[in-house]
Each structure stands twice: as C-alpha cells, then as structure tokens.
C-alpha cells in the first residue's frame, strides 16, 4: 500500500491530499495549526474515502508535536473517533500501550523513529519485538548514513511475525524504499508536495520506479488496471518535469555560452527516436524549448 505522508496544519491539506491518485493517506496532525474543530470535517471526509492511518509524531521521534504528553493523549483519543484503519504510535512512548488499548478496530502501527542514524541489528532487532508485542503492525524507520545500514533494516521484514514496515531515510537509504516494497514491507510512504521525512520521494517518482522495476500494481479488472494507468502517469508526470528542469539547466548554460537555444539537428534526432510518439514528443519539444527561451 502506497501511502501519501500529509503534514495536516489546515483544512487545505487533506483537500488537497483526497485529490492525489492514492488509497492511503497518512494523516501526520502533529503538524496541526488550525483548531481540531476546523480540520474535523475533511478528517471524516478522508477516513471515510481513504485508507487513513493517523498520528501525532512526538518530537522525540522527528515529530511536530510541541504539546505535552496528555494533550497528544487526548488528541489521539478523539481522532481514533475517525475510525481510522491505522493509527500509529510510537512504540517507546509511554501512551502506546493506552492507546492499544481504546484503538477498537483501528489496528496499531506501533512505530520507531530514529533520526540519528542506523543503530546494529540487535538493537533493531529488539526494536521490532517490542513493536511486535504491542501492535498489528511493526514499524522501523532509521536514517542511513551510508548504503549498508539500509540492509540491516530492511532485515526486519520478516523478522518478526506480525507485518513490519522498515527501510532507511536520507540519501543513502532511498533504496530502501523501493527494495522495501519489493520485499514485501505493507506501508510505503510517499511526499505529495512536502516530504515528512528526508529521503522521502514523490509519488509520481516512487510510481515511475516501481513501475520500472515492475512491482506496481498488477491486478484484474478495471479498478486494478484504472490504479496501474494512474501510476503510469504519475511516473510519466514525474520525468516530463525533469526533462523540463534539465532543458531549463540546458538554458541557462547556453546562454552563458552564447549558444542559440534551437538545434535543429538536435531536435531532428529526439523526434526520430520518438517513433510512434512523435506528436507527443513535438509538442514536448516545443515546452522544452520554450524554457531554455527564459532560462
Ligand atoms: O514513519 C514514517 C515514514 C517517514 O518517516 C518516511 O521516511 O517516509 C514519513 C513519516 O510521515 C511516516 O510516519
């Protein structure tokens, strides 16, 4: 399940987020400015059109939250009146085990958050259990600081008997998040606009990699073939907006060469390649020459 991570200070951002081709949405209310009375509304139009797993991320774990303990108590216990299917709380936090206890039947994603780094396997290994013990869900999310600390975490999936999401943020762990999926891991999360957390990718790329690596969605029937075309155009979205950012670089180093931005060889060469895309690929030219024009 592709999770879009949504930073909920108003309203506007679950509007915005129902409007993402997504069936989960992670609602992070730690972020929340406006008072829960105003979000109420959409918070009950998204659990009720969406997959929603809700938290309140505390600080101590990379979170927003700047209240006390019993105040992110309380505004667990009302959102849980969402229904949500998810709600996730951090393992280590001393609420967890009463919110494991009024989740009725959302199930626990009982969560770990290290932000510091990657610590050695036991350590994680420990980490897991203790989610295990108390959630329907295990969830480990360290920053790696380089490559290799990404595959002790991804070892946990499978680790432990009950379902585990884990993989590595920072650059050096963006791996994991496809390799994550790969693996089996039930909850990947994704940015629809701003990231949560370091590492985390757009939807649209995350949709263009797995699609590639063939690990997208392939179900029967139309809602599951509907689901794959949104991911297909999602990554197509994503790579005509790098192909735009990498012809407005071409630009400007043009510019500063006194290049002309028009290469007819050039162009003549892109639009042959393109094949039976050709009218797509002319107009896509036009839109890439036009930005090397303001560059
Ligand atoms: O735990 C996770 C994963 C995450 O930290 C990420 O790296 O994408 C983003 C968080 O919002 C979510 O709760």
Redesign the pocket.
């Known amino acids: 399940m592709i999770?879009g991570?949504v930073?909920v200070r108003r309203p506007r951002d679950v509007e915005r987020a129902l409007e993402a081709p997504l069936t989960c949405l992670?609602l992070?209310l730690d972020y929340l400015e406006a008072p829960l009375s105003e979000a109420w509304p959409v918070l009950e139009e998204a659990a009720a059109r969406r997959t929603v797993?809700v938290?309140v991320?505390r600080r101590e774990e990379?979170g927003h939250w700047r209240g006390g303990e019993e105040e992110r108590e309380a505004l667990y216990r009302k959102l849980l009146d969402l229904n949500p299917h998810y709600v996730?709380v951090e393992a280590e936090s001393p609420i967890a085990p009463r919110i494991a206890e009024v989740k009725g039947r959302a199930k626990l994603i009982a969560?770990r958050?290290d932000f510091g780094g990657t610590p050695p396997l036991e350590v994680l290994i420990s980490w897991a259990e203790k989610a295990a013990a108390l959630g329907d869900v295990v969830?480990v999310?360290t920053y790696a600081r380089e490559p290799a600390d990404g595959l002790r975490v991804l070892s946990l999936i499978g680790a432990v008997e009950k379902p585990v999401?884990a993989?590595a943020?920072g650059p050096a762990g963006a791996y994991t998040?496809i390799a994550a999926a790969a693996l089996g891991s039930p909850i990947?999360?994704?940015?629809l606009g701003e990231?949560?957390?370091?590492?985390?990718v757009a939807a649209d790329a995350y949709f263009a990699a797995l699609t590639a690596l063939g690990v997208a969605p392939a179900g029967e029937g139309l809602p599951s073939l509907r689901e794959a075309l949104d991911w297909i155009d999602g990554g197509i979205m994503y790579l005509l907006r790098k192909r735009l950012e990498v012809c407005r670089d071409m630009g400007k180093l043009k510019k500063a060469a006194g290049l002309p931005v028009y290469d007819d060889v050039r162009e003549a060469q892109v639009l042959k390649r393109a094949g039976d895309f050709k009218q797509i690929f002319e107009l896509v030219v036009q839109m890439c020459k036009a930005v090397q024009l303001v560059a």
Do not use: N
């Open positions: 999770c991570a930073p992670e992070r797993i938290t991320r990379g996730d969560s958050h969830k999310v999401v993989f943020m998040r990947m999360y994704v940015s990231a949560t957390a370091p590492g985390q």
